[in-house]
C-alpha cells in the first residue's frame, strides 16, 4: 500500500485537512525535479566547457529547490502545529473539569493504601507504566517496520510493552490501582461521567496518533525528496524544524502520555474498583472498537471514490439472448424493458397523433406529448431530464401553442419557442438555484452534519429514542439540503452504529427505513426540499409564502414521523433484541466565522422567503430573494465555480421540461379540457371529498413512477378543477396533492430516499432491507400519511386561509 492511502486509512476521519498533505508534496517533488531537468537542459550547450560554472548552477538549482520545497514544508508544519496546540487545549481543559467533578462525588472519599497514594490529578506511581511504547519513525533512516502505520493507534498507544504490566507489575484482577477507596457511588452519577472519560481516551489516544503519523508522514515526505532530486535536505530539516516543533517534542509527548494515562485512573475509579490492569483493558477494547468502525469508514469511502473514478459496477446483469434472422443479440433485462416501453411510447405517440380525441387539433397533439413523455418517464427510457427537454422540441415543431389574445390561433414555430423558453427559466427555477446554493453551503462548511451529530449525540443509546430523534433529523435536513441529500447524509451517520450491531438485528433495518421514510415526509416540509414543491408553487397563484407553508408542513411533518415512529417501533420491536446501542459522539471543533457567515446568510434569506408578500414591492418574487444567497456565497469564494457545475442541474432541467409542458397543457385549451371532463366527476362533491379524492389518485401513481413525475402530470390538472369548483379552492387542492406526491412510499423505487436505504448493505454485503420491507410498512405508512394530509393538513390549509 503507497504511504499517500496508509496515511489517508490511518488518520482521523474528522481531522483529515490538518495531516501533511502528503500527495499534493509528492507532486510539488515531481513539479521540481521536472523544473531542475528543463533548466539544466537549457544551459547544458552553454557550459558545455564550463564545468565549475555548472557545478555553481546546480549549486543554486538545489539551494532553490530546497528553498520551495522547505517553504511548504513549513506551512504544512505551521498548520499542524496550531491545531494540535488547539486540540491539546481543548481536551487537558475537559479532562480537568473531569477530573474536578469525579473528586466532587465524593468529598470523603481517602487513599486505600497510604504508602501508594495517588490521586487522579498526581504524575503516575513509579511503579505505574511510565511511558507508552513509542515506534515512531526512523529520522535517520531509513525504512519503517511495515505494521506500524496500520498499527498507529491499538499497538503504539495500547500495547504495553513486553515484560512490562500496568499497576506495579501485578498480573491479575486487583494488581494495579489507582490508589483511591470508591465509596459505591450510584451509577446513574457516574454513567456520565464514565462516558465522557472514555471518550477522552479515545480522544486522546488519537491526538497522539496525529503526532506519530505526522512525524512518519515527514520522514517519508523528506527521504523522497533527497532521493529523486539528490539533495540532502531531510537531515537538516528534521533536526532544526520537525524536531524543535511543539506537537513533537519530548516533553510534548510525556505530558500526553500522563494525561492518557489520568483517564485510565479515571477509569479505573470510576468503572473498575480501582483495578487499573482491567480499566487500560476495557478502555483498549473501547478504543480498538472505535477504530474499527473509524477505518471502516475511510476504507468504504476509499473504495467509493475508486469505484466512482473508474466507474466500476459491483454486479453483472443477467443476459438474455434474442435469435433474430441477422443474428443472435445479447441484451439485458434492464435493456429489455427499456426497449419495450420505448416501443410502447412511440406506437402510442403515433397513434394518437392521428386519433382525433379533443375537439382541436392543437388539444389532440398536446395530449400525445403528454401521455408520450409520461410512459417515457415511467419506464425511465431515458433519464427524466433528457425527456424532459424533447418536451420543448416536441411542443414546438408540433406546433401545441396557442395565442392569448383570445383568438386561440396557432403560435408559428419562433413565436412559440419564445413563449417556451420564455416560461421555462421561471422565477422557480432560480428559487431552485438558491435552495441548491443553500444546500451547499452548510453542507460544504460542515454545519449540516455539526447539528445533525449534536442532535444525535444527545439521542442515549436507546433503540427506540434514536430512532426517533434519527426520523426527525432527516426530516430537519430533507427540509434545507433537499430529500434527495439528506438521506445521504443521515445513512452516513448511522455507520458506527449500525456496524456494532449483531448481524441479525432487527434495530438496523428498522433504522434505515425509518430515516427513509422521514426523509420523505421531509419532502414536504419546505418549498426547496423537493422537486414536487417546487411545481406546486408554479400551479399556485399566487404562490404561498414560506410561513405559509411552514405553518401546514412542518406540524403535517411531525404528525406523520410520530406516527411511522410508533408504527415501526411496533413493527420491528427493536428493543426487544437490542436494548443498547452505540452512541454517537459530536463534533467539538469550535464554530469559525465563515460558518455563523453562512448561517446569517441562510437566516435572511429565510426570513425573506417567509415574508416575501410583505417585500412584495421591493423583491417582486421569491425568486429575487433567491439570487441574494447565490451573491453571498459564489461573490465572497466562499462557493466556486466547481460547487456551482455541481448542483443538480439534472433536476433543474426536469423542472424546467415540467413547467414547458404545463405551459403547453394549458396554452392549448388540453387542460381546460381533462379538467371538464373530471369535473363532471365530481361536480357534488366538497372541497375535502375532492381532496381525498386526488391524494387516492396520487398516492397511487405518485408509489409506482418518480413523486416528480406524478406531480409534473396532475397537478396542472388539479389546480384547474379546483379553479372551476363551486367554491374554488385551487391552492389548497394542489398543496395537498403535491405532499402526497412525497408521502407516496411503499415501494423501493418510490422516491430516491428509498432508493437508498433498499441499497444499503451490512460488512457481509447484505443488504439490510428487502421489496417485503417496504411493502409492509412503507404502505402503512403511506396510508397513515395520507390521513394525515386529508384530514390535519385540510385543517391547517383551511386555516391558513388556501
Not at 503526532?211 to 523522497?224: D, M, P, R, S, Y
Not at 460544504?444 to 442515549?460: C, D, N, P, R, W
Not at 443509546?461 to 433529523?473: A, G, Y
Amino acid at each position: 500500500m503507497k504511504f499517500s492511502h496508509q496515511i489517508q486509512f490511518n488518520a482521523v476521519p474528522d481531522w483529515a485537512d490538518h495531516y501533511l498533505p502528503y500527495s499534493n508534496l509528492k507532486k510539488l517533488i515531481y513539479s521540481i525535479e521536472k523544473d531542475r531537468v528543463n533548466g539544466t537542459h537549457e544551459h547544458s550547450q552553454d557550459l558545455e566547457y564550463a564545468p565549475s560554472e555548472q557545478t555553481a548552477l546546480m549549486r543554486d538549482q538545489i539551494q532553490d529547490s530546497n528553498s520551495v520545497f522547505a517553504a511548504a514544508l513549513d506551512k504544512s508544519l505551521d498548520k499542524i502545529v496550531k491545531f494540535y496546540a488547539k486540540k491539546e487545549t481543548e481536551l487537558y481543559d475537559e479532562l480537568d473539569q473531569l477530573v474536578l467533578e469525579i473528586e466532587s462525588l465524593d468529598s470523603s472519599r481517602r487513599p486505600s493504601h497510604q504508602d501508594e497514594e495517588i490521586t487522579l490529578g498526581d504524575t503516575p506511581h513509579p511503579h505505574h507504566r511510565a511511558d507508552f511504547p513509542r515506534r515512531e519513525s526512523n529520522l535517520d533512516g531509513d525504512s519503517l517496520p511495515a505494521n506500524i502505520i496500520s498499527q498507529n493507534l491499538t499497538d503504539t498507544y495500547c500495547d504495553h510493552e513486553a515484560g512490562i504490566e500496568p499497576g506495579g507489575g501485578g498480573g491479575g484482577g486487583g494488581g494495579g490501582t489507582t490508589g483511591w477507596s470508591n465509596n459505591k457511588i450510584s451509577p446513574d452519577a457516574t454513567s456520565e461521567l464514565r462516558k465522557r472519560t472514555i471518550d477522552l481516551f479515545v480522544l486522546l489516544s488519537e491526538l497522539k496518533s496525529f503526532v506519530a503519523l505526522n512525524l512518519t508522514a515527514f520522514a517519508k515526505i523528506l527521504k523522497k525528496y533527497d532521493k529523486i532530486t539528490n539533495s540532502n535536505l531531510k537531515r537538516d530539516y528534521t533536526a532544526s524544524h520537525v524536531s524543535q516543533a511543539y506537537p513533537f517534542k519530548s516533553a510534548t509527548k510525556s505530558r500526553l502520555n500522563e494525561r492518557i494515562q489520568q483517564t485510565e485512573r479515571a477509569y479505573a475509579f470510576l468503572e473498575t474498583n480501582n483495578n487499573l490492569d482491567q480499566a487500560i483493558d476495557e478502555l483498549k477494547a473501547h478504543l480498538r472498537e472505535h477504530i474499527v468502525w473509524e477505518r471502516n469508514t475511510v476504507w468504504r469511502d476509499m473504495v467509493g471514490q475508486e469505484r466512482k473514478v473508474q466507474t466500476v459496477g459491483v454486479g453483472e446483469s443477467d443476459m438474455m439472448q434474442i435469435k433474430t434472422p441477422c443474428g443472435s443479440l445479447k441484451i439485458d433485462r434492464e435493456q429489455a424493458i427499456h426497449t419495450f416501453f420505448l416501443v410502447a411510447s412511440i406506437l402510442v405517440f403515433v397513434i394518437l397523433l392521428q386519433v382525433e380525441i379533443f375537439a382541436h387539433i392543437e388539444q389532440n397533439r398536446c395530449f400525445a406529448i403528454l401521455v408520450f413523455a409520461s410512459i417515457l418517464w415511467a419506464g425511465e427510457v431515458m433519464p427524466l431530464f433528457a425527456t424532459a427537454l424533447l418536451v420543448p422540441v416536441l411542443v414546438v415543431t408540433l406546433r401545441v401553442m396557442r395565442s392569448e389574445d383570445g383568438n386561440f390561433t396557432r403560435l408559428s414555430a419562433p413565436d412559440a419557442t419564445k413563449r417556451v423558453f420564455a416560461s421555462m427559466f421561471s422565477p422557480v427555477i432560480m428559487l431552485l438555484l438558491g435552495g441548491f446554493a443553500i444546500a451547499g453551503a452548510l453542507s460544504k462548511f460542515g454545519i449540516a452534519k455539526a447539528m445533525a451529530t449534536f442532535v444525535l449525540s444527545k439521542a442515549g443509546t436507546r433503540p427506540n429514542r434514536v430512532l426517533l430523534v434519527n426520523m426527525l433529523v432527516a426530516t430537519i435536513a430533507s427540509m434545507w439540503i433537499s430529500n434527495v441529500a439528506a438521506p445521504v447524509l443521515c445513512f452516513s451517520l448511522i455507520q458506527p452504529i449500525l456496524r456494532t450491531l449483531p448481524v441479525d438485528s432487527r434495530f438496523g433495518p428498522c433504522l434505515i427505513i425509518g430515516i427513509a421514510l422521514a426523509s420523505n415526509l421531509g419532502g414536504m416540509t419546505s418549498p426547496i426540499s423537493s422537486p414536487q414543491n417546487i411545481i406546486a408553487i408554479q400551479n399556485m397563484n399566487p404562490a404561498p409564502s414560506w410561513g405559509v407553508w411552514f405553518a401546514v408542513a412542518i406540524p403535517l411533518s411531525i404528525i406523520g414521523n410520530i406516527i411511522v415512529w410508533m408504527f415501526l417501533v411496533w413493527s420491528y420491536e427493536p428493543e426487544k433484541q437490542t436494548p443498547h446501542i452505540h452512541a454517537i459522539r459530536a463534533s467539538n471543533d469550535p464554530i469559525n466565522s465563515t460558518q455563523i457567515y453562512v448561517c446569517l446568510v441562510t437566516l435572511i434569506t429565510i426570513i425573506l422567503w417567509c415574508l416575501a408578500h410583505t417585500y412584495q414591492e421591493i423583491f417582486g418574487d421569491m425568486g429575487i430573494i433567491a439570487i441574494l444567497p447565490l451573491i453571498a456565497f459564489f461573490g465572497t469564494g466562499l462557493l466556486t465555480k466547481d460547487d456551482f457545475n455541481n448542483f443538480l442541474w439534472n433536476v433543474i432541467m426536469l423542472a424546467m421540461g415540467g413547467i414547458a409542458l404545463g405551459k403547453a397543457v394549458e396554452s392549448s385549451g388540453l387542460l381546460q379540457a381533462i379538467a371538464v371532463q373530471i369535473e363532471a366527476l365530481v361536480v357534488d362533491m366538497n372541497a375535502f371529498q375532492v381532496l381525498f379524492t386526488f391524494s387516492c389518485l396520487v398516492l397511487v401513481i405518485a408509489t409506482f413512477i418518480s413523486h416528480t413525475v406524478a406531480a409534473l402530470i396532475v397537478l396542472p390538472i388539479v389546480a384547474e378543477v379546483g379553479a372551476r369548483m363551486d367554491d374554488p379552492r385551487p391552492s389548497m387542492l394542489v398543496m395537498g396533492t403535491a405532499f402526497m406526491c412525497s408521502a407516496a412510499m411503499g415501494l423501493p423505487v418510490s422516491g430516491f430516499p428509498n432508493m437508498n436505504a433498499i441499497a444499503q448493505e451490512n460488512e457481509l454485503g447484505q443488504p439490510y432491507l428487502t421489496t417485503k420491507d417496504f411493502v409492509r410498512n412503507g404502505i402503512p405508512s403511506s396510508v397513515f400519511a395520507m390521513i394525515c394530509v386529508t384530514t390535519i393538513g385540510y385543517l391547517l390549509m383551511t386555516v391558513v386561509g388556501l
